[in-house]
């Protein structure tokens, strides 16, 4: 195989948080995120995000930081609210069902939750006690199929959550990716003004691992028992506050994604210049083209990506992602292939 | 502070596992659990405890292996029985609770669970559906206050387990050390062989992490539904075949953990020497030494340690913990440190 | 008020049964459904479905009972399909989720599930552990909206769940309707023997409440006690024996619900006399008529019904339900009303 | 047989209740607790109580009154505290760990809980996220054995709960008998004054079902949704409304519990008459006498009464249970069995 585009979590670390993993590795601490790498971390998290009081837990994987977050905040008969293709609807098993919470949806054409979109889950619910009571809504920047939300889409969505008692969280799994896309207008500090919690995702933007839960205080009180309950407060703490620490000092965090954006435009303009399309306007590491069967066979010879949806007649949609760690030679090499399978497949 | 004998994950991990991770760091995998350094890793396990069917699960943390086991194979109205000690029972928040399944404890001066002691607790149950059902033994070793158990108690309570339909689960958190024990005459294969499931932890024996749950195959059905249900199925499942592959390359694992011992005897020895007594009578890495309270107070103030217990008029018992990264150095400093303080005391 | 089509709940109980109720009233018996009339009941069913070692089990009411059976039956990470007007995906305040599990929908235009539009849910979750796994088909008969299952959809149903180890259940709430309508080509001895699981409906069919499931063998082991842990298993169980008992001597229970058909078809006959349409064609004591706005509004303040749902510029769908008690008289004197009025309306 | 002292649930209903339940039986009314007997039953017990911005919720049974009350006031890290031989933790089949909170117990000789007893487990559970959070204090009145609570001990301990943030919940199942038992100095009032929620029950004395379960109106946010969601919220719920109204309307409530107590005490008398000594001094419904086994087994033969526990050589303890329909003559038979039974055992 000549390289993967499988996804963004195919190597181990970046190199600078192997580093500080290796530079402290001796260093005793206290566990479960009570020692001083866990503390530094946190504060440079409130610092990048403008907001002194926030809560930040750093937990170990995805699924867990939103099966703890929502299982805690909701009450037992309190709904949250998703699109059809939410990661918690679709990929996490039913962890968020696991912990007795029903997860209402919403067709979208691109992922994203807008108020009107939203509006008519309320209409349906009302007050009745018969039916579940929606209380959160969950986003995810960028989403499931490579969109992404601009400020003034978030703004208007944070407003109708006010006025409507719902709670705004957005699942940063690859917010790195969202912050540096060339059309993202927003900041780290706006997600955080903007929403009632959000997580920045470690695994895939560079991180061994970890994701780090930022909440307001108000809805942080005794979060450490959910941390610990559902068994995600790590012994060795430490290792999350290191490498979070990393990221988060002179902006690697944005540099890392920055890089998977730039190498999946440069992917992006092969599909394009081969007059291939796509399932979304991605502009983020994930994208969707829409490939001949033929086509994407052979291509599976020698790269690996995955399968995401039949699309009938105009073929089958395929997942390629980029990261941190994808070289621009394997992108290049890549478009030669396409290039010339797309003209072998024209041709014949 | 000159050492810390708090717990045994003060430090990152044993310079091999540290290593191998580097050395793969850029290696493409696929991610959960599916990598070809998983596979290898599952495979060294089963050669170790000499079961080539057995399923292996490697999983991050402690808490959420005894979750996931134990919810996975209970049925809604089935319990567990603990000691009053146990880990589940006392430090997990719950956890277990929390996943719908009553904890049943019995009281035992030494952490120990035998026939005769869960004798009663399945009298008082019979198969009365007004209260739970008895259905599974959670037995933890090394136990929570560092003894262990013998092969003939093990043998002794597999054979009970299996005439009352009782799953028996060992929690190997400190299995490392268990096995490593001079007191000690089980094998791994003997913990294979006379238990349903149990886990090797890694975290507590020179891993960053990790947990490495062993299953029969007739309780395996699944599983990796369960895990990833839990939040437990790490994106980068990489990183835990590549330290478990590494731990049970030439004998790593009981390497470390014979370091362990062997510092925690010579910690002992010290404690003898004075005149101190214990909770219990621990050949392993945890020590629970009775202090007097000016001593304890004293030793505090160089030492990390935790508390224990009151012991009323013979003082406070504490908790000292050794590690496969205790220097022998920092034994025999502590051991001049303790004495000179006793003496002290004693001539006051 | 004139009369109350709400539902099929808006009075005590038949005489039948109330008699029955008050001749036993002092007679001592043990708790818990142990005692000879729930035998004597459970016996009856056994015989009518011609299943001599079905287990039955009497529970208050339908919401309880669908969330004992589907929690009881499913593991973790196992999920129920269901159409997304199901009863337990809608009405039931999300108790299926309050005990872990996912409910998956489909979109039906008659809230009738068939292999066609179930297979589709099997293929988008194949074996993917990052997906719940479909492991039991839900369905009501008659539907939450009117409609029924002939013998061979049923068949086809059974044959498929068989083939694709899917559990079927069949919520029978208004099971009388389904098994004494018109169209109906179904006997309750075909649903056991077509379903795994099923329950008939006593509150909605003449008894004061209570609901008896039926079970294959198979699915029982223990069952007592998830009834008791949820809470259903009812101190005076008698009270369910003497019921069920009651309706299943003589075919009372077949009289009742035979009722409550007829005056249905004399309802539905009521409104296509004036021309009115339908959001479902119902043989049963459900009925679905779609009004100008104006007319319902009139109609409300002599007859109490329920809104069903807005259908744009064709009206309002309203739901009419007729029961064991309703008169013949009421529903004459509906449908002079509602010629009336809708004669105004047309005459305006 | 002549007998049953079993239980106090062995009959249907007490004749007032049968009647107005025959009178109301064709009432047309809404469903779900929202009629007007049931609103009027709510205003009845708000007044008994003197509380009228009380929230009353009349639910079927009791073990479902506990979960839900339970399960929707704590958070999933909290923990209820009760006694060892509380009915939440022995006798309801693991309800409240079902819905994922743990049962902290302590050991008291008389099933009463006082701040004394209840202070080591804060104590010992401190703020650490480790373990649970004691949250809830449940209390039985009359107790599991029979005692019951004094003004001052439930005054004590309702200080204690508020002075240590901890809902004080009292199950009533047995408050007609508490109430008015010869020893006790509380009023229904009080009862409500000094705690935080409490339900009265009706399947004990006299109703054929239902408890009534009354919090503070801050406790009771939203509390129809999650009666709903156990399965609790009865479609017929006018026969709660109907069956409590009856109970309250002239002090029937009362009356049928002083009965129950009345039989008790000369049931007492004749054990004690014949020098049989007691687990606990009861002064209400439920007596448990200690009998040598012989007397016990003839007994058995003409007498139903429940095995309570073994008492080594003082023999076996039983419990005998009296209700608003034991007959006088019942009780006078009884006591002469039993003195011709023990003169013959002892004459032997």
Known sequence: MKYSFRNDYSEGACPEILEALIQTNLVQTSGY???????????????????PDAAVHMIPGGTQTNLILISSLLRPHEAVIGTTVSHINVHETGSVEATGHKVLTVETPDGILTPERIQPVLDAHG???????????????????????????????????KEHNLILFLDGARLGCALTAKENDLTMADIAALTDCFYIGGTKNGALFGEALVLRPEYAEDFTYFVKQKGALFAKGRLLGIQFLTLFENGLFYRLAAHANEQAMRLKQAFVDCGVEFLTDSCTNQQFPILAESIAAKLEKEYAFEFQEDCGERGVCVRFVTSWATPAEAVEEFAKDLKRLIQEYRGA
């Open 33 to 51: 995120g009570t020692d001083e790498y866990c503390e530094r971390a946190r504060e440079a998290i409130r610092k990048e995000i403008g907001m």
């Open 127 to 161: 007050s009745n006690p018969h039916m579940v009571k929606p209380r959160m809504v969950y986003i995810s920047n960028t989403t499931e199929i490579g969109t992404l939300y601009k400020k003034a889409e978030l703004a208007a969505l944070s407003k109708f959550c």
